[in-house]
């Protein structure tokens, strides 16, 4: 290679090269563009790691083997007994390895660990909480899921996840009370810890338990029936939910302070708002207020609005098809009945699934096909009956999991005047005969679901849970959002008092749309507000 | 059931997550996954140095697990390692050179020959104008020792610079300082066994639980149910494991053991035959020691007196008894005296030399020991003086270079090279592997230097440090994993760390950057004689000849790998440690392994000329700022977790090792004083220094005591309020003690 003058930048006294000028660097020139293509490609030639041995050529029994091997059962279960993690707290040194280890051996996505260490702060120790699925004996998850995609192994006991099974609806993650099963957003699947139950059957130990420098994990064999007799038996540690609602199988040993409580209990984080499910819940509850109350309208022998029907039947179409907006495989979606012996879920689907056909037929105007009126009678009532099972069911969604501030009566009371008072406004809107009833009856169903909802804001007078958290949530970051819902409720109620007062229509049209916006907003702050179930975390 | 019918128990989905046997005596691994070889490399993060068992598919390192048949970690690892492959892969990685533009300020990227030839004249020109202290580099502890040594050898001896320092400055200064006054060489007198072999373990300032969790590993290992005495401010994990935590007062740890010291002499514990053959200083340190009273002592550590007298009692003769510290004590402005406290403890006591003895620092980076050997900043190339003729004679030999291109004084420190960049004297930097921007302690000192400088140069993994994205020149370096070399861990082990992996672009490991710029700046004679980093290994291994860490025993890196490290020193015609167990029983032979481990000192001699080693002493002084009306607590930092390294350079970029690390930066402090200043616990809180203010969210917890703070290290904004205090001998800062003042945060609490 010839000698070539090199470009080179010169730097000047401000620290920023000088435009760039040709510097002869001699004969070093030719020499270092003919170096640094070799140091590039030597840089990328990875045979020099064969000048090393390596190890294991032959190995079929894994080099770990003796260091899990006393972490293990002598055998599998017996009937009646099942697998479970059993952990050491005063051996955990919080290293996490546990964690990392769990997301590289199970080959899981960047972010991804089905394992999560927290903390619990006593007064004078603390403990290092690792904790996975705990493979419970009545497992929430399973119990909720609506596409029937959890499986509890007879023999081992262990809780898998059908990954294929899964339409992606979360449910289990609000069904299970310790955060077990993890929301896979790039998959539009939950995925879970399973044990390593492909490593247990080889006789191999968990990642989990393979990786714990301090050997603070192991796999036990405990009996089911001990521990529906003793739940306590199972997981308990102080600030979770406790065990006698799932059974959970995890043993936590050596707790030094059983007064101590989750690092992150007084940490204010607001969950997904789960905008699909919020316009799902309001427009089907719509549907359903409209739909009984115009039946209502008519028995009392007012004019008939005919495009009340049409009307509940387009919000109850757009609430279900904006609601699988929220799944993470939609096209799974068919699936969802197949879990209605346990799953609310499940029955929500099919009450609002087979609502839609009598809807359908109830609402086509005679104009457009001539349906005998008998058919469109008893369509009429298995439509009302459907579409208030329907609300009936997604209240029970909510109030079947663990979670506190959902599971109680409210979250009933309001589904219930949600759909009394969007009904009402609606048919007040529609300026037929009424109009001032279904205005107060409107502001009626509104002020007593506000006194709900702001009673949920109210500072509490015990000092800590889950609606001590919902309230702080709602004065604190949910703050904005709270108010913005109050403003457009009040809007919607002066308006819909001044349609009553005046008997304009108009009024009423004006109060549907804040009383919308309003009902969007409160139902997004339903779920953004709610404190979720899981084990201790950290900071 | 007819459900079953339409249920899918497999499909796609399903398949991502199978899991099939690895052979190789793996066991299961992600079925993706499944290697056609593996090898063993060493970890790259800390000192504790674990092996590492690379799995590689045909295009190189796909997956790794922590090696079964290694010495250190014994088949276990932490987050860190698990996840050091991930961190490769990210799109921060430099893949070319970028320069800055200077009518735009912004970075452009240029060829390598460019930036080279750019770099190497703007050294000369300034060498030639402004003279051989003009220019300085930064490097690290992060990096192979040959690489270190090319560095150290290329920047002093071929482009004729004087100053050059590393960031080891930060973290084992004082310990080598320590050490080296103390037995006339830097040289950690323990093996890891001695964990496992204590009767009494005491830890100062040291957090092994988070920071070196694969040691506590070892400790956990000990069966003759030691006392583990923790001397910390904080309620640490490892004071919580402890059978005793002594929380003393920040700072109050020097008058503290003095106050151990004067008992245990008063006591008649002293190993009076030991002290009189093998210590010098004796009777000048007890006089001294007299004059520290327990009352002195327990008011300044605001400790019980049965806290005193444990610590005491723990150092009764017949039991083996360590001490170990890390940078509680080496980050202090008192830190060498700290350091060598304890040294005095052992010595006195007979605690060296023996199984489960020894006053040992445990090193914070993977490679400060070969940074403090080889790197040519403090000291000349193997452990050697620049003031002394006969190394620079010896040093000119071996490497085959004038006597005269050896420089005689030797470098700044690290805080003088900054201080010499301030005023002006310093004009240009080359930054290697290390991050200063975040690191350096007190008010924002870099980036006032940085505005001074002519010509900042960072040679990095990523363009994305707070340090490169400051830089003129960027050169994009391979990181651990796609390069060789030697590194050495604590306990003197030198382990191989292999290129498994390509590096991203046109990344080029350090040792081919500083041999290219060798070439760009005419001094290819030089570069010549280390063609490859196991040639460089050669070198240093002729370097070591006759000294203390002598390791002419090593045949080559093969050797090396083969026997899962080898300990110096291990001269000449040594026998090597063992074989490294084949495939058939590697774990069981884990087992006979035990007990390969050396430590030195057993009989009796020190590197000193005399062969005694040196009881030093000096009386105790205040820290440079202590709280006061105005800002009355003070603020000590650390490490904030055990997935977290540094400055978050390489640990951020694994998404599952952020998952485990706090989601923002937090101040733990007490309870009392959460509630005295009405703070609520979760809150955000105003933290201020008199150099600076940062918001944090408040954690009150009662590991901290009535008047500290605490503050993890892993955010910029954190030395901004550190106070900029150093140790005389060693020039480490001291970012254990400043003063502060905590208030409600800017933002309303929610």
């Given amino acids: 290679m010839p000698t070539m003058p090199l470009e080179t930048e010169s730097v000047g006294a401000s620290g920023i090269a000088s435009p760039r000028r040709k510097a002869d660097l001699g004969a070093f020139a030719a020499d270092l563009e003919d170096q640094i293509a070799r140091s590039i490609e030597s840089a990328a030639d990875l045979t020099a790691v064969e000048r090393f041995s390596r190890w294991h050529e032959h190995g079929t029994v894994p080099a770990h083997e003796p260091f899990y091997r006393d972490l293990m059962p002598a055998s599998a279960p017996a009937p009646g007994f099942q697998y479970a993690f059993e952990v050491d707290l005063d051996k955990c040194s919080s ?35 690792t904790s996975s699925c705990h493979h419970c004996v009545e497992p929430g998850c399973a119990s909720g899921c609506p596409t029937l995609a959890y499986e509890k192994d007879d023999l081992t006991g262990i809780v898998k996840h059908l990954d294929d099974q899964c339409m992606g609806c979360q449910y289990c993650t609000w069904t299970c009370p310790y955060d077990a ?326 009024w009423l049209v004006v109060a549907l749309v804040f009383r919308m916006a309003s009902d969007l907003v409160e139902r997004t702050l339903f779920f953004r507000s709610c404190p979720s179930t899981r084990m201790p975390g950290g900071v | 059931m007819i459900e079953n019918f339409f249920r899918s128990f497999d499909g796609p989905l399903t398949r991502r997550l199978a899991r099939a046997p690895g052979g190789l005596g793996l066991g299961q691994v992600p079925s993706d996954l499944v290697p056609v ?71 452009r990227e240029i060829g390598w020959a460019q930036a080279l030839g750019t770099m190497a004249r703007a050294f000369a020109d300034l060498k030639s104008v402004h003279g051989p202290e003009s220019a300085a580099f930064l490097s690290t502890g992060q990096i192979p020792t040959e690489e270190m040594f090319l560095l150290g050898a290329l920047w002093k001896f071929g482009l004729g610079f004087v100053h050059a320092d590393s960031n080891t400055r930060q973290c084992m200064a004082t310990a080598h300082v320590a050490y080296k006054q103390s037995f006339g060489y830097d040289a950690p007198p323990f093996c890891y066994e001695d964990f496992e072999e204590s009767d009494v373990l005491v830890f100062v300032g040291a957090n092994p639980c988070i920071a070196h969790p694969i040691l506590w590993e070892r400790v956990m290992r000990n069966r003759r149910s030691p006392e583990i005495l923790v001397l910390d401010p904080r309620r640490t994990e490892t004071a919580q494991s402890a059978t005793r935590h002594v929380r003393i007062a920040p700072k109050s740890d020097l008058v503290l053991l003095y106050a151990v010291l004067r008992n245990v002499i008063e006591r008649g514990w002293v190993d009076r035959a030991f002290v009189e053959a093998s210590t010098s200083g004796f009777d000048g340190l007890r006089g001294f020691v007299a004059t520290i009273s327990d009352e002195s002592a327990l008011s300044q550590a605001k400790i019980p007196a049965e806290d005193l007298e444990a610590l005491v009692q723990a150092f009764r003769p017949g039991r083996r008894v360590s001490c170990w510290w890390t940078m509680g004590v080496n980050q202090s402005h008192e830190a060498v005296r700290t350091a060598q406290a304890l040294v005095d403890l052992c010595l006195v006591t007979g605690n ?16 400060a020991m070969g940074s403090r050997l080889y790197s040519n900043t403090s000291g000349l190339v193997g452990g050697r003086d620049f003031a002394n003729p006969a190394h620079r004679q010896e040093v000119s030999e071996i490497m085959g270079i004038p006597e ?55 040679q990095d993994m990523y363009h994305s440090t707070e340090t490169a994205e400051v830089a003129d020149l960027y050169l994009p370096a391979a990181g651990w994993g796609e390069k060789e070399g030697t590194q050495i861990n604590s306990e003197r082990r030198i382990g191989v760390s292999k290129r498994v992996k390509r590096p991203p672009g046109q990344a080029l ?66 026998i090597t440690d063992g074989i490294r167990p084949g495939a058939q029983n590697a774990a069981g032979s884990r087992e006979s392994r035990q007990g390969s481990g050396r430590r030195l000192f057993e009989d009796g001699r020190f590197f000193t000329p005399d062969g005694k080693a040196r009881l030093l002493y000096d009386p105790p002084r205040p820290p440079g700022e ?76 009662p590991n901290m005591a009535e008047g500290v703070v605490f503050l993890p290290m892993h955010d910029r904004r954190v030395n901004v309020l550190t106070f900029p205090s150093f140790d005389p001998h060693s020039r480490e800062p001291s970012y254990k003690h400043a003063a502060v003042k905590v208030g409600k945060g800017p933002t309303k609490d929610p």
Wanted: hydrophobic fraction near 45%.
């Fill in chain 1, 95 to 129: 290293c996490k390895a546990c964690v990392a280890a769990c997301h590289s051996q199970n080959g899981l996505d960047p972010a991804e660990s089905w394992r999560t260490v927290g903390t619990l702060v006593g007064k004078e120790s603390r403990a290092t909480v």
């Fill in chain 1, 181 to 506: 099963p993890k929301w896979n957003e790039s998959l539009g699947i939950v995925r879970k810890c399973d044990m390593c139950h492909g490593r247990l059957a080889a006789g191999e130990a968990p990642a989990c338990v393979q990786s714990c420098p301090s050997r603070a994990i192991r796999i036990v064999v405990v009996d089911k029936d001990a521990l529906k007799a003793d739940p306590n038996a199972g997981t308990r540690l102080p600030g979770i939910v406790p065990p006698e609602r799932t059974l959970p199988t995890t043993a936590y040993l050596n707790l030094e302070d059983p007064a101590s409580s989750p690092a992150d209990r007084d940490v204010l984080r607001p969950e997904h708002a789960h905008a699909p499910l919020a316009v799902l819940l309001v427009l089907t509850q719509w549907a359903a207020g409209i739909w009984i109350l115009e039946i209502l309208r008519r028995a009392v022998g007012w004019q008939p609005w005919e495009w009340a029907r049409p009307c509940a039947g387009a919000l109850l179409l757009a609430g279900l098809g904006i609601g699988t907006l929220h799944l993470g495989r939609p096209l799974k979606a068919w699936k969802a009945f197949l879990g209605w012996r346990r799953s609310w879920f499940s029955r929500e689907v099919l009450a609002m699934g087979t609502a839609v056909p009598f809807v359908a037929v109830a609402s086509v105007p005679v104009a457009i096909a001539p349906i005998p009126e008998s058919v469109a009678t008893v369509a009429n009532g298995l439509a009302a009956a459907f579409l208030l099972a329907g609300v009936g069911c997604s209240a029970m969604l909510y109030m079947a999991t663990p979670r506190p501030a959902w599971a109680r009566a409210a979250t009933a009371w309001r589904f219930g005047l949600t759909t009394l008072g969007g009904g009402a406004v609606v048919l007040g809107a529609s300026g037929m005969q009424g109009l001032r009833w279904m205005g107060v009856a409107s502001i009626v169903a509104g002020v007593a679901k506000a006194i709900l909802v702001l009673s949920d804001r109210r500072p509490r007078s015990e000092p800590t849970g889950a609606l001590v958290l919902q309230a702080r949530l709602l004065r604190g970051p949910l703050a904005s959002q709270a108010r913005a819902q109050a403003v457009l409720f009040v809007f919607a109620v002066a308006a819909a008092a001044l349609g009553s007062w005046t008997g304009v229509a108009a």
């Fill in chain 2, 37 to 107: 070889s593996t090898t063993t490399t060493v970890c790259g993060y800390c000192s504790t140095g674990c092996g590492l068992n690379v799995h590689l598919g045909r295009e190189g390192a796909i997956d790794l697990t922590p090696d079964p048949a290694y010495p250190v970690n014994l088949g276990v690892a932490c987050p860190k390692g698990w996840e050091a492959l991930s961190v490769l892969d990210s799109p921060d990685r430099g893949t070319v050179p970028l320069l800055r533009d200077r009518r735009t300020g912004e970075r």
């Fill in chain 2, 352 to 367: 060296i030399g023996k199984p489960g003895t020894g006053p040992n620092s445990i090193t914070g980076q993977m490679n």
């Fill in chain 2, 404 to 458: 005269s291109s050896i420089p005689v004084a030797p470098s700044l420190a690290y805080d003088q090279i900054l201080d010499a960049a301030l005023e002006g004297r310093i004009k240009a930097l080359w930054v290697v592997a290390t991050n200063p921007e975040h690191t350096w302690i007190g008010s924002d000192t870099f980036r006032k230097v940085r505005e001074k400088l002519d010509f900042l140069v960072v």
């Fill in chain 2, 509 to 574: 490991p350090d040792f081919e950057i500083f041999r290219l710029l060798g070439v760009a700046s005419g001094c290819g004679d030089l570069v010549e004689r280390m063609s490859s980093p196991e040639q460089a290994f050669h070198l240093m291994r002729e370097l070591s000849r006759g000294r203390p860490h002598d390791f002419t025993g090593i045949r080559d890196y093969a050797q090396i790998d083969a026997s899962g490290g080898i300990q110096w020193p291990f001269p000449e015609g040594s």
């Fill in chain 2, 626 to 701: 202590s709280p006061d009306a105005l800002y009355d607590l003070v603020l000590t930092t650390g490490r904030g977790s055990s997935s977290q390294w540094h400055t978050g350079t390489r640990t951020e970029k694994s998404a599952i090792l952020q998952a485990m690390s706090p989601r923002e930066l937090f101040l733990e402090m007490n309870p009392d004083d959460a509630a005295s200043r009405g703070l609520e616990p979760g809150s955000m809180v105003e933290v201020a220094s008199r150099r600076g203010s940062l918001t944090a969210r408040l954690v009150s917890t």
